[in-house]
């Protein structure tokens, strides 16, 4: 079983729609929790950290579940430009320090 | 401007034949990482460093070796390059560690091994 595990998608939403991510987590030791965008073939760039609390960011609210082990990303309103890959990482400490990835969920954004 | 500088972008070279990708960050973190991207296996960590003289082993080591000697530079080496190390690969970097802080990175490598 992977770490971080993610459905790959792709998602193909029209504009304006709302769409949902989630992502399971296998170590309950994990301690800190992101979701990175990636532009085709481009570096991975930080879209928000994600909080027990849960926490918005414009369009966007990402949402933890320690009990459960998943997180989640809520995209309202979507754009075109919203179209990329969403990675969710976890971060934890087991001796050393470690970042985990999943491999990404795609979503499409259709006019 | 605050950036992640890797080197060469791309590059195509022959099984064996030792190669260096660098890797620079102008941010003054300590904290240094490589990665490599696979299709359907996203991120993999191969080694990273918490600070000078300090190097870590990641999830996919094997074939690498990689250096600290200055905050700023954090070179990965392949001694000797296999058909099976053709891949993406990301530097990154953060202020004290991906724990506390977002991770910046490089554009990215493209390296193939024939």
């Known amino acids: 079983r992977k770490e971080v595990e993610q459905d790959p998608g792709p998602f193909n939403v029209p504009e304006g729609a709302t769409v949902a991510f989630n992502c399971t987590y296998s170590n309950s030791a994990s301690q800190s929790f992101f979701w990175y965008r990636q532009d085709c073939r481009k570096e991975p760039k930080l879209l928000m950290s994600?909080?027990?609390s849960g926490n918005e960011d414009g369009r966007f609210t990402a949402q933890l579940n320690r009990a459960s082990q998943y997180i989640s990303l809520l995209i309202r309103d979507s754009k075109l430009s919203d179209s990329a890959t969403y990675l969710c990482v976890v971060n934890l400490l087991t001796g050393g320090f470690k970042t985990i990835f999943g491999a990404g969920t795609r979503l499409f954004v259709k006019a | 401007e605050a950036q992640v500088t890797q080197n060469p972008r791309y590059l195509i070279t022959v099984t064996g034949k030792k190669l260096t990708v660098t890797c620079s960050q102008n941010?003054?973190?300590?904290?240094m990482s490589w990665y490599r991207q696979d299709p359907g296996l996203g991120l993999r960590q191969i080694y990273y460093s918490m600070n000078v003289e300090v190097t870590d082993k990641g999830d996919v080591p094997e074939g690498y070796k990689v250096s600290r000697k200055e905050k700023r530079n954090f070179p990965l080496i392949l001694e000797s390059p296999s058909p099976n190390q053709t891949s993406l690969y990301f530097c990154?970097?953060?202020?004290?560690?991906?724990?506390?802080?977002?991770?910046?990175f490089g554009e990215g490598s493209r390296l193939t091994v024939l």
């Open positions: 994600v909080y027990s």
């Open positions: 990154a970097s953060s202020l004290y560690g991906g724990n506390t802080g977002e991770l910046f």
């Open positions: 941010m003054n973190h300590e904290y």
